[in-house]
């Protein structure tokens, strides 16, 4: 019986189901696929028995009776298919945790597979603006500062920041190197120890600091038999001690070096070196063979034969190295560590025509292989003898391939510039992308994509070509149709305003959401980098990458133009308005000022700063305390404290040192310059044991400044001491200092593993507001924090009011208000802009359909902060997930708001709650999967939510027996009617006519010369009409 036939039949004393149309894909007909929430509850309810004790099971028969007269819906045949899928051990009945332990499976399955086969949509191919005139050898993304690393082979070092603007370029050069004919052949981040290996065909590896502005060699590795040409560097994220280097020569030769201290030292420090802690160490390969370094050790195998080793990789889950030549013997070769760690044992395949590259998923347990003869291979690991899955389709020799782990993916790159990509589980090539890709017949190709951020780099030797994945935009709420860069609250107007890349700037109501006004092309085409309102919030100004700060008043027009860049283009990060200067920083080691009294031109140019130029690296960021104290934050970490009026500096902040700074006038720039340099070297040793002391020390690495706020409210921490400025940047750090006392009183790790961090707070100074790369924002009550100096730094974080991700992408801009006394957040990703409270309202978004009233969501009680902390905090205890309001709509996954661990973990399109008792395997599966994407519905952004999250939990507990209260006892003694007290009448008014002692004249009420002059303006009006009409009448005649 077909399914339409069957609602017919039960149309007339049920209700009917879902309608199916004809040609509807078999998996979305099934039963699993098209029950409702309120059809789960009358299942579950039929399950559910007087005991709680007792479980309802039900055979085969009472199954199909039964459900088709609870649903409502559905044929017996279809219900008795069902209960054949649940009932796979064949034991003749079912219970409720079977149905739904069967349910979620069906339906996590359903989403993984349509998660694999979504064809990702690309944006138009864009060429960077690269300074490297060789061919590009190598691409990495650091994760702990969120940069970019290009090589070439003239050794040429590329810094990107996040955004993919160049940010510096640097020479990486060995001595040997310097002539012509030796070059860099392969780069590699060691992330753990921040430090980078540089591989050159002088057959040495030299290591460099990241920690450095100047990148120096730190360690020389010579003496090596064949030139490494590939390398490859791992470590184990739950012990960073442990890592492995592997690299492989022209010799066929692959060799590792096993760090078991990469913490404390990578090698060991010879004996002859000098104490200068700048100079370089030079080791050579020999040595590390005889065991000299006892942090290290090696081991090494020679199966490809003389072939040039072309890739080499590490893999933890299988304990393994693998490598690849162009040979058809020996093509791949797994070496397997064995329990000793220092003996290899060997596997290979052989591959006609040998490969290019590969590429391996641990999930899958597949290697993908390049091969010349135009074939991409899926080989499993553990059998060598044909591969499990040949992907066809390319018609020329295939020279790269890459997993898209999360989708189960695979791209592939032929060296006739076609890109494919795959979908690994049907084996079918589901995108093939050929751009306008340099038409250039012999070319080095690098391949490089970035999962996190959906970048694929492409390199065509010097040139490097970039492809950006679309995000789905079709369930988003957009505010702007590009990204946003910049939010501002004016509680002038009450209204929050917007800037992105676009050059366009939107004004919104906070109270419901409403567009007012929007000011497109406000700097042509350039991109809107930052924003600021005057002192009295009647002026706008904005700052474009144009090299131009424009100032607009509410109603668009602009009144003035500041020539910030004079020789072009430059990157404002903020623009501070203050009573006598207005300051623009963000590209340069100076401060641009430029002073009211030339306000009187439309074009004004700056004027020198007195303080001169005490940074050593690019200012970020800025913020001003009255009545004179301005302070500066770089990107090497440095804060400088200035006085506003003298224009002069006096001191500089740093987390690992802290000096004064003499006037410009005193000292040569230079001189100040090398001295703090020398202050923030530190001895080997030093650097030994800080990085011993914690696993964290990765994260400290970049101590870039990226939002300063002083703490007004707190009054008196001259007097007595305490907090009164905050930093944050870097690694997710977040810093306190006292600038009385030029210390550094606490510093917390606010998010872990994701870079650098933004934050706002309050005008009270009760709330910090932080947001990191993954769109995830942490409110934090810091009232009571750091109040006092301590001679000994506050590592605790302060108490975690909550914590939730109102977006999927990096929040560019963050600020904190308050409307009505409630506290509101403002945060920007993307191309949307969120508001929210700190308590745990939904989270709106600016553009939705539906405007909200914020004064309606505030009405219901408010649950007390110091309640939810403590809650918060016996939770975390406990290690048992807590969902505030707010995070029960936007993420009905479970998660815990201080484990940032469980952010890692996975969720599903279908996941059950506390209530539905999971199947073991379903449980174990779960644990292995990614987490889902965001999906945003309507008015609110939410994560794809379980089905089955409105049933119940289970039996109430019977309530105990509670007293009846005094007014029901004795209903007269409390409700009986008392008579009514008469009222004394209020007296009526007279009649306006019988108060009126004269009558009105319009001339008592106003005085004489404005009677005058309106007179005046009368007779001026009729003798200009009449002289109007008689000019009329002689043009007529």
């Given at each position: 019986?077909s ?34 929430v309120?059809?789960?509850?009358k ?16 055979s ?21 298919e ?20 069967f ?11 349509a ?18 005139k060789?061919?590009?050898q190598?691409?990495?993304f ?13 050794g040429?070092?590329g ?24 070059w ?47 390398m ?28 078991t201290?990469?913490?404390?030292s ?20 020999a040595?590390?063979?005889s ?44 070496a ?32 993908a ?20 899955g ?16 999360a ?30 890709f340099?038409?250039s ?7 490089h ?67 007012i006004?929007?000011?497109?092309g ?25 090299g ?74 800025a ?30 902040l ?10 410009q ?6 001189t100040?310059l ?141 600020e ?6 409630h ?34 969501c ?9 309640l ?29 708001l ?48 379980s ?6 939990i ?81 043009k007529?005649l």
């Amino acid at each position: 019986m077909s399914y339409n036939n069957a609602g017919l039949e039960l149309n007339k004393g049920s209700q009917p189901g879902p309608e199916r149309t004809e040609g509807e894909d078999h998996r979305t007909a099934l039963l699993e696929n098209l029950f409702s929430v309120s059809d789960f509850v009358k299942i579950q309810r039929a399950f559910e028995s007087p005991e709680p004790t007792q479980t309802i099971c039900m055979s085969r028969e009472e199954f199909m009776q039964r459900m088709t007269e609870i649903v409502g819906w559905g044929t017996k045949e279809e219900y008795g298919e069902l209960f054949d899928k649940v009932d796979v051990a064949q034991d003749g009945f079912i219970n409720w945790d079977k149905l739904t332990s069967f349910i979620l499976l069906a339906l996590s399955e359903n989403y993984e597979r349509a998660k694999a086969t979504v064809v990702p949509q690309w944006k138009d191919l864009e060429f960077l603006p690269v300074k490297h005139k060789d061919t590009i050898q190598k691409v990495i993304f650091l994760k702990s500062s969120s940069r970019y690393l290009t090589i070439s082979k003239e050794g040429l070092l590329g810094i990107w920041g996040e955004n993919l603007k160049l940010q510096e370029t640097l020479p990486i050069t060995s001595d040997a190197t310097k002539l012509k004919h030796l070059w860099v052949t392969s780069l590699v981040s060691l992330e753990n120890v921040n430090k980078i290996a540089v591989a050159f065909t002088s057959k040495e590896i030299c290591f460099y600091d990241l920690l450095s502005k100047e990148f120096p060699c730190q360690y020389k590795l010579q003496g090596l038999k064949g030139t490494p040409i590939c390398m490859d560097y791992w470590y184990d994220p739950l012990d960073a001690n442990e890592s492995i280097l592997s690299f492989g020569d022209t010799t066929g030769k692959v060799q590792a070096i096993a760090f078991t201290a990469a913490l404390i030292s990578l090698f060991e420090r010879p004996a002859s070196a000098c104490e200068d802690e700048e100079a370089t160490m030079t080791f050579n390969w020999a040595e590390l063979l005889s065991g000299y370094h006892t942090c290290c050790y090696t081991f090494e195998h020679k199966l490809h034969h003389g072939d040039w080793v072309r890739q080499v990789t590490y893999n933890a889950s299988l304990d393994a190295i693998i490598s690849s030549t162009t040979n058809n013997t020996n093509t791949v070769v797994l070496a397997w560590r064995e329990k000793s760690k220092k003996h290899l044992k060997m596997t290979s395949f052989n591959i006609a025509q040998g490969i290019h590259a590969f590429d391996y998923h641990s999930w899958l347990n597949l290697i993908a292989t390049a091969g010349i003869d135009n074939k991409v291979c899926l080989w499993n690991p553990y059998v060598v003898s044909k591969p499990v899955g040949v992907l066809w389709g390319h018609s020329a020799s295939v020279i790269a391939v890459q997993f898209f782990a999360a989708r189960k993916q695979l791209f592939s790159f032929s060296k006739d510039k076609v890109l494919r990509l795959w979908d690994i589980q049907h084996q079918l090539s589901i995108q093939r992308i050929t751009c306008s890709f340099p038409k250039s017949q012999d070319f080095r190709c690098l391949f490089h994509f970035d999962e996190a951020h959906g970048r694929l780099f492409i390199s065509f030797n010097h040139q490097l070509a970039l492809l950006t994945m679309k995000r789905d935009a079709s369930k988003k709420v957009k505010s702007h149709e590009n990204i946003v860069t910049c939010v501002l609250y004016s509680s002038l107007l009450k209204q929050v305003i917007s800037s992105d890349v676009g050059s366009t700037v939107s004004f919104w109501m906070i109270n419901n959401g409403q567009k007012i006004k929007q000011f497109t092309g406000c700097h042509g085409n350039a991109e809107i980098s930052t924003m600021a309102l005057d002192a009295n919030e009647t002026r706008l100004l904005t700052g474009s990458t144009d090299g131009t700060v424009k100032v607009w008043d509410f109603n668009g027009y602009c009144h003035h133009v500041l020539n910030v860049g004079q020789e072009g283009a430059v990157d404002i990060s903020q623009i501070l308005v203050l009573k006598k200067t207005t300051l623009v920083i963000g590209w340069d080691r100076a401060i641009t000022v430029f002073r009211p009294p030339n306000f009187n031109q439309f074009f004004i140019q700056p004027e020198e700063w007195k303080g001169g130029i005490q940074h050593r690296d690019d200012i970020l960021c800025a913020a001003f305390l009255p009545p004179q104290t301005l302070v500066t934050g770089s990107y090497d970490g440095e804060i400088v404290l200035w006085n506003n009026s003298t224009e002069n500096a006096h001191y500089v902040l740093h987390p690992n040192y802290q000096s004064p700074l003499k006037s410009q006038s005193d000292t040569e720039p230079q001189t100040l310059l090398g001295a703090r340099r020398s202050c923030s070297s530190y001895p080997i040793a030093d650097q030994a044991t800080l990085g011993a002391c914690s696993f964290e020390s990765d994260i400290k690495c970049n101590n870039a400044v990226m939002r300063l706020c002083f703490l007004e409210a707190r009054k008196n921490t001259s007097a007595t001491g305490g907090a009164n400025l905050v930093s944050c940047g870097g690694s997710g750090y977040v810093r306190f200092w006292d600038t009385f006392k030029k210390q550094l009183l606490a510093e917390f790790l606010a998010h872990s593993g994701v870079g650098s961090i933004i934050m706002s707070t309050d005008k009270l100074n009760q709330y910090l507001a932080t947001g990191d790369l993954d769109g995830w924002l942490k409110i934090w009550n810091i009232e009571e924090y750091c109040l006092n100096s301590n001679e000994s730094k506050i590592t605790q974080a302060p108490t975690l009011i909550r914590s939730f991700q109102p977006h999927e992408d990096q929040i560019s801009s963050l600020e904190m208000c308050e409307l009505g006394g409630h506290k509101l957040i403002i945060s920007s990703a993307d191309c949307s802009v969120c508001v929210t409270d700190v308590c745990g309202a939904p989270v709106w978004i600016f553009g939705q359909a539906k405007h909200w009233q914020i004064e309606n969501c505030f009405s219901l009680p408010k649950k007390d902060i110091n309640l939810m902390e403590n809650e918060i905090q016996e939770e975390n205890i406990r290690g048992i997930p807590l969902l505030t309001k707010e995070e029960s709509v936007l993420e009905p996954t479970e998660h815990s708001l201080l484990d940032k661990k469980n952010k890692d973990e996975a969720t599903y399109k279908a996941r059950s709650s506390k209530v539905i008792n999971l199947g073991i395997k379903y449980k174990e599966k779960n644990i292995r999967k990614k987490k889902s994407h965001n999906l945003y519905n309507d008015e609110v952004i939410q994560k794809s939510s379980s089905t089955f999250r409105s049933l119940s939990i289970g039996i109430l507990e019977e309530l105990p027996e509670v007293n009846k209260p005094a007014f029901l006892l004795d209903q007269e003694k409390y409700f009986r009617e008392e008579q009514e007290e008469e009222c004394p009448k209020t007296p009526e008014l007279p009649s306006l006519y019988k108060t009126l002692k004269a009558v009105f004249v319009e001339k008592n009420l106003f005085p004489k010369d404005i009677l005058d002059r309106e007179q005046r303006a009368k007779q001026l009006c009729k003798e200009t009409s009449s002289e109007v009409k008689i000019k009329r009448n002689k043009k007529q005649l």
